[in-house]
């Protein structure tokens, strides 16, 4: 799948962190429609619309920060926006890797960086602090790759792997129905048949391989959960609803505690905004299920 590339973002002024919450990125992709262009009864040809091959899941997208030369023992670029990742939910995070490692660790917003400190400047306590920021930032789709923070997502190599199954169904099928159609249209109406029928094969398995995907997707984000929390970054809606709809009913009645649902907040959709969370909102409520927002991407669930 390919990436769409952001210009660097701006340095940030000085701020209080925040919580961090869960961000993976891309923009929903649309499956095609198919219309049939035959009306007489005895064969039935169907052709795609668009013509354009159908992605799955969603589209990656990377940013770079600007590079930065750390000469400095214990002196890293890390961009302020990355900060709050840092913290964690009340100053867990880099309370843990400062007692792991036993260091000190300052995040210097106005000028971008991280400074870890400890007695006699340690370089491999320093060292392995640093890689516990970033194997954290990781995790959140940010990669620290030659003095360069680099954001894609954590499950591209998936998406890549499904689409070039999906594409190559996608082009089969479009090829068998624009045959299947010429056929029809020259009075061949066996072969025209013949060719629609491969067609409906290569879109079952188009649709299959999507289908594949989305849970491979899920099953990567989610094999840090219980069954009281579930992550939709890098779903279309159908699949995200069809999961959901999933554990709303495996905890129906027995639920000991509310379920977390991880809709992510939308901030790299389109134009038109977030997709999965209000799809999300629509079934709670068209359930009765109460709820209530932890924050812009996370809703957890009475059941």
């Avoid at 109406?189 to 299959?208: I, L």
């Avoid at 279309?236 to 009645?253: C, D, I, P, S, W």
Wanted: charge should be neutral.
């Amino acid at each position: 799948m390919g990436n769409l590339l952001r210009k660097p973002s701006k340095k940030s002024t000085p701020k209080e962190p925040v919580v961090a919450s869960n961000t993976p990125t891309a923009e929903a992709a649309k499956v095609e429609k198919v219309v049939p262009v035959v009306t007489a009864p005895q064969v039935e040809v169907v052709v795609p619309v668009a013509t354009t091959t159908p992605q799955v899941g969603k589209v990656a997208v990377q940013e770079k920060s600007e590079p930065v030369n750390d000469t400095e023992l214990g002196s890293y670029h890390l961009p302020s926006k990355l900060h709050k990742h840092v913290i964690g939910s009340g100053g867990k995070i880099i309370k843990e890797i400062q007692t792991t490692n036993n260091v000190k660790i300052e995040l210097l917003a106005d000028i971008d960086k991280v400074k870890i400190t400890c007695d006699g400047q340690d370089e491999k306590k320093i060292k392995s602090a640093f890689k516990q920021i970033e194997e954290t930032l990781a995790q959140v789709g940010w990669f620290y790759e030659s003095g360069v923070w680099i954001e894609k997502l954590a499950y591209d190599e998936i998406f890549s792997k499904w689409n070039k199954k999906i594409e190559f169904e996608a082009e089969s099928m479009k090829k068998c129905f624009e045959d299947s159609k010429a056929s029809y249209d020259s009075g061949n109406k066996e072969e025209a048949k013949t060719q629609s029928t491969a067609g409906k094969v290569h879109q079952e398995n188009m649709h299959r391989y999507k289908k594949e995907c989305a849970k491979e997707v899920f099953d990567f984000l989610n094999a840090k959960f219980d069954d009281y929390t579930i992550d939709l970054h890098g779903q279309l809606v159908n699949e995200a609803l069809e999961f959901v709809t999933q554990r709303v009913e495996k905890l129906a009645g027995n639920a000991k505690q509310p379920l977390q649902i991880i809709t992510g907040a939308g901030n790299h959709s389109d134009a038109s905004g977030a997709k999965i969370k209000p799809a999300v909102i629509k079934y709670l409520n068209e359930k009765s299920l109460k709820f209530e927002e932890i924050n812009n991407g996370t809703l957890n669930v009475t059941l």
